[in-house]
Nanobody
Framework: QVQLVESGGKLVQAGGSLRLSCVASGRTFSSYGMGWFRQAPGKEREFVATIDAGGTYTSYADSVKGRFTVSRDNAKNTVSLQMNSLKPEDTAAYYC?????????????????WGRGTQVTVSS
């Protein structure tokens, strides 16, 4: 069982930056593929970024490519999402997720554990 707790969400102006963090419980964090998703009001949850268990490979949604960077520190059981050049359309609740696989996972159904989310609001 893995518990995930996100933090770092807040109100920021367009063009600004924000760093989200997700801390995982358990001693096997380094064996999980990790992902970030987001959900805006009235919309479906969508993939944002994923990183493999070893932290070597990453993948991003086209909408955030070049602006967001996912990273992890397995010694600290933490995965982070650095968000730069934020836009109002980035406004959403952001969720951290863990998958029982070392690979990159870009689909919601590929994840086994979810955090409760942290709200990011980007004002224009």
């Amino acid at each position: 069982q893995v518990q995930l707790v996100e933090s770092g969400g807040k109100l920021v102006q367009a063009g600004g930056s924000l760093r989200l963090s997700c801390v995982a419980s358990g001693r096997t964090f380094s064996s999980y593929g990790m992902g970030w998703f987001r959900q805006a009001p009235g919309k479906e949850r969508e993939f944002v970024a994923t990183i493999d268990a070893g932290g070597t490979y990453t993948s991003y949604a086209d909408s955030v490519k070049g602006r967001f960077t996912v990273s992890r520190d397995n010694a600290k059981n933490t995965v982070s999402l650095q968000m730069n050049s934020l836009k109002p359309e980035d406004t959403a609740a952001y969720y951290c997720a863990a998958a029982n696989t070392r690979a990159l996972i870009t689909t919601i159904h590929g994840y086994d554990y979810w955090g409760r989310g942290t709200q990011v609001t980007v004002s224009s």
